[in-house]
């Protein structure tokens, strides 16, 4: 069974302490609408129907942008898409990457089927058993200023499981025009200069 806390607390909280050199990237469904709903900062690049690649398209960023700190907030049915991933995040490294995923255990956009952290998969086990040294799991409020200075001061990679209770919210829906989305972040990143295709 999945933890008590609340996936928008949880995400809001989070999301408070970032500054100004914080990208997010955001998984499909409801880690996308939590992040959207805790601001729909520029900053945010969040995912529509690419399951599977949020932490690909988070590494990927995080090598390209060492002074930025990377945070992917993801769902643990798109995590569980991605496994290999993992291996790749140790592999390289990067002390700027952190991973959250919040894990209901359960297909929340389809339904709310099991995932298979509702049964013997443990998320965390497996990033570690992958090589990547600084992993935990989340159930308690008490452990929420833990995982923030963690995820946003510990040297990466950084992976937290954080069990999350199975609710249906309201949508904060990002934009969804991906062209837009895209160039929006970019411009965060970049500049202006990115709008025309400088950078």
């Not at 990457?97 to 497996?126: S, Y």
């Amino acid at each position: 069974m999945a933890g008590f806390l609340h996936r928008r607390d949880v995400v809001k909280t989070l999301l408070a302490r970032r500054n100004a050199d914080t990208l997010v990237v955001a998984g499909l469904g409801s880690s996308a609408w939590d992040v959207t709903a805790a601001g729909n900062d520029d900053r945010n690049f969040c995912l529509i129907g690419a399951m599977g690649l949020t932490v690909p398209i988070g590494l990927g960023l995080a090598e390209a942008q060492h002074d930025k700190r990377i945070l992917v907030i993801t769902g643990d049915g798109d995590m569980l898409m991605s496994l290999g991933a993992l291996a790749t995040v140790a592999q390289v490294r990067p002390r700027n990457f952190a991973i959250i995923v919040l894990d209901n255990e359960c297909f929340g956009e389809t339904g709310g089927q099991p995932t298979h952290t509702a049964g013997v998969a443990d998320l965390a086990a497996i990033a570690r058993g992958a090589g990547i040294e600084d992993t935990g799991e989340i159930r308690e409020q008490g452990e929420i200023d833990a995982l923030i200075a963690d995820v946003y001061d510990a040297p990466g990679p950084v992976f937290r499981t954080v069990k999350i209770a199975y609710e249906t919210l309201e949508d904060f829906k990002p934009p969804l025009d991906g062209a837009y989305a895209k160039d929006r972040f970019r411009v965060a990143l970049l500049g202006a200069k990115a709008a025309v295709g400088g950078a």
